[in-house]
């Protein structure tokens, strides 16, 4: 296979419009996030000479310090999603609040949710690291533009997507219709189709968690885990691998090519923040995706793409990746 037998960006999505009707302006939304992604992959690369791999003296409204390529991926979503006239919003991990580019917001428009870095604490180590996002379409026109406004469920998605900056840039997306991976073709400003019909296998014997966190767990977590850690002696009667990359974006990449499953969970010290991971740009996004990919995605007896949020930079536990996996975590929860 050469690099031609694949189809473009713009030819896949074009034949999605045709297929499944996929909008034009959809189509011309996820081509700037393209553009966005393609530009951020390098600047990561081109980092350590332009020595913007550490942090800054700021800090955003969630109190984590800024990596100066944090503040830069920021300005390149923010600059390439005011292009199409349909996008009324902009939510950012970065921003405090909601960014509006319209006067008035009309049924029909779109907001657009952004991880513009996800794992920027791997960056000096030259580990891979990623952006996220989501796309909600408006069905009815919002009475007034406050940040309660779009406090929308991730069931309302109509895109979600992530490109991961590791050996080579990925562009994975979904609109509904299945998940579909696409790698850049350096020097050609082209992302390929090089993933189709991306699936999360049912069975794994592969988890993700940070395990220093331990001391914190609460019992169905903690259970799950030793009964992993039994191997083929236990319970489960086989053996399991342990990853932990500290980006969520690498985990998810994994658990769509190889299956697996990723748990950042609530826990004693962060339950009263309501987990780690932020529902709108984080947790939901990666929750389609998985859904779309025939995984599944939980807080802990609940789905995630059913959660009401209530803040802009809500948090909440995240349990996503092979349906056996999560479907047992979620029934030691309702233990
Ligand atoms: P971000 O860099 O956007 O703040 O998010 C990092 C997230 C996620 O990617 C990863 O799974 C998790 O934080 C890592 O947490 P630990 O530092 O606890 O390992
Ligand atoms: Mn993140
Ligand atoms: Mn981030």
């Not at 940070?210 to 850690?229: F, G, H, I, M, T």
């Not at 991971?277 to 779309?292: G, N, V």
Request: aromatic content about 8%.
């Amino acid at each position: 296979m050469t690099t031609e037998d694949h189809l473009t960006f713009r030819q896949f999505m074009l034949r999605e419009h045709r297929r499944v009707g996929v909008p034009k302006d959809l189509i011309f939304l996820l081509e700037d996030i393209a553009t966005a992604c393609r530009t951020i992959s390098h600047k990561i690369r081109s980092g350590a000479f332009a020595g913007t791999l550490g942090a800054t003296d700021d800090t955003n409204v969630q109190g984590e310090t800024q990596k100066e390529l944090d503040v830069i991926a920021n300005d390149q979503f923010m600059m390439h999603c005011a292009n199409t006239s349909r996008v009324a919003a902009l939510v950012s991990e970065e921003l405090d609040n909601v960014v509006w580019l319209k006067d008035k917001a009309e049924a029909g428009d779109y907001i657009v949710y952004f991880d513009p870095l996800d794992g920027s604490s791997n960056l000096e180590l030259n580990i891979s690291v990623g952006s996220i996002f989501s796309i909600v379409e408006l069905k009815e026109a919002l009475p007034e533009l406050t940040d309660e406004a779009v406090l929308i469920a991730g069931s309302e998605q109509i895109c979600a997507g992530y490109s991961l900056y590791g050996p080579s840039t990925s562009l994975v997306i979904t609109t509904g219709h299945g998940v579909n991976g696409f790698t850049h073709l350096n020097g050609s400003g082209e992302f390929l189709l090089t993933f189709p019909d991306m699936t999360v296998p049912a069975t794994t014997q592969e988890y993700a968690i940070n395990a220093s966190r331990q001391k914190y767990w609460e019992a169905p977590v903690a259970r799950y885990v030793d009964e992993c850690l039994q191997g083929k002696d236990g319970p489960r009667g086989k053996k399991f691998n342990m990853r932990w990359v500290a980006s969520m974006v690498a985990e998810v990449h994994r658990i769509l090519t190889r299956g697996g499953v990723f748990l950042y969970p609530r826990d004693s010290d962060n339950a009263a923040m309501g987990g780690r991971l932020r529902l709108l740009y984080e947790a939901s996004p990666m929750a389609f995706i998985i859904e779309q990919a025939g995984g599944k995605a939980s807080v802990g007896g609940a789905r995630i793409m059913d959660v009401a949020p209530t803040e802009l930079h809500q948090r909440v536990p995240v349990i996503l990746g092979s349906a056996e996996e999560v479907d047992l975590l979620d029934q030691y929860h309702s233990e």
